[in-house]
């Protein structure tokens, strides 16, 4: 089982940006294709943005692309979601999750129903 630790979170003001990570354990982690999701108070978790293990693929929700970005550091078994022009609807807990299968095509990453377990989390709140 992959242990996940998010962290980055914190309150901003509209426009402002939050960089977040996410350090994920595991001696495989460069085969892990990584995910970020969120989850708003009385909303259901939902993707965000997913990263292929060797970063050459990347997806975003559409409410998200051109202001917010994914990369990873291999080396340093992190993820990392730079978040640009933070709007309040961006308020949420923001996760990551570790997709151990690696299939990106066809692939279940995408789908928080597909894991079993979730860190924390990190708290994004952002002001109007």
């Known amino acids: 089982q992959v242990q996940l630790v998010e962290s980055g979170g914190g309150l901003a003001q509209a426009g402002g940006s939050l960089r977040l990570s996410c350090t994920a354990s595991?001696?495989?982690?460069?085969?892990?294709?990584m995910a970020w999701f969120r989850q708003a108070p009385g909303k259901e978790r939902e993707f965000v943005a997913g990263?292929?293990?060797?970063?050459?693929?990347?997806s975003y929700i559409d409410s998200v692309k051109d202001r917010f970005t994914i990369s990873r550091d291999n080396a340093k078994n992190t993820v990392y979601l730079q978040m640009n022009s933070l709007k309040p609807e961006d308020t949420a807990v923001y996760y990551c999750?570790?997709?151990?299968?690696?299939?990106?095509?066809?692939?279940?990453?995408?789908?928080?129903?597909?894991?079993?377990?979730w860190g924390q989390g990190t708290q994004v709140t952002v002001s109007s």
């Open positions: 595991g001696r495989t982690f460069t085969r892990y294709i």
């Open positions: 990263m292929s293990w060797s970063g050459g693929k990347t």
């Open positions: 999750n570790a997709d151990t299968d690696g299939v990106w095509y066809g692939g279940s990453w995408n789908d928080p129903g597909h894991f079993r377990s």
